[in-house]
């Protein structure tokens, strides 16, 4: 396993999610990697109405903000805070959109996630707990 522990291939576990905005999905996945100094991510999930999603998004793990081409976000910032926990934030400028926690247990076989929402009318947070695939 590597040392970061956030690093792998997730299945959501629907019945721990909290939703502020919107239903949480009824399945999903994870895949978080890491190369040569950047994080990439695959999220895939199906909604209550049975659609299927897909989100694929990455880049430097640095803490930096860098230009990102994702509509309505200018600039991404992904951080690795330890071997457990991974951050990231999207920025409009330089008003804060959006900022995700990962922190993976101590063991390395669960993940919750944490995303938080800035927007006119509020912020809004929603949780996910994942279990690494294969556990």
Known sequence: MN???YIGHWQL???LCIY???DSPVSGSYV???KDGTIEF???WTDTSGADH???FGGSLDGQKHASDAPGISDVAYEKINDLTL???AFNGDT???YARRIASSDGGLLAVSQSLYGENGDLTNFQVYRRKGV
């Open 87 to 89: 951050d990231s934030t």
């Open 13 to 15: 576990l629907p019945e």
């Open 96 to 98: 804060i959109l959006m």
């Open 54 to 56: 897909r989100l694929s």
């Open 3 to 5: 040392a970061e522990k």
């Open 20 to 22: 502020q905005n919107g």
């Open 32 to 34: 978080i990697r890491s």
């Open 42 to 44: 695959e999220v895939e």
